[in-house]
């Protein structure tokens, strides 16, 4: 089922934490293109994929020197072109 940028925001969201999780969400940002690619960046976690809508989420960053995600945003005009910020 593909989601429109409303389905995101009203739909159901799911409270988990702090006891039962670990880290912080600091950034997310939505494919402009397929509202179903959304890209979330942790505080120490890296930065994680989905291309469902968040029904599963993939790891996309491990393969850099540092996890530590401040920001993420899509290039406007390539939404294939991810900018990260870490610190």
Excluded: C, E, H
């Amino acid at each position: 089922m593909r989601r429109n940028s409303t389905t995101l925001l009203t739909g159901a969201w799911i409270l988990s934490g702090p006891t039962n999780v670990g880290g912080r969400v600091t950034s997310m940002a939505m494919d402009p293109t397929n509202s179903d690619i959304v890209y979330a960046g942790a505080a120490l976690g890296g930065v994680f994929k989905t291309t469902d809508g968040g029904t599963t989420w993939l790891p996309i960053s491990d393969g850099i020197p540092s996890l530590s995600v401040g920001d993420i945003a899509l290039d406007p005009n390539d939404p294939n072109k991810l900018y990260l910020g870490t610190g």
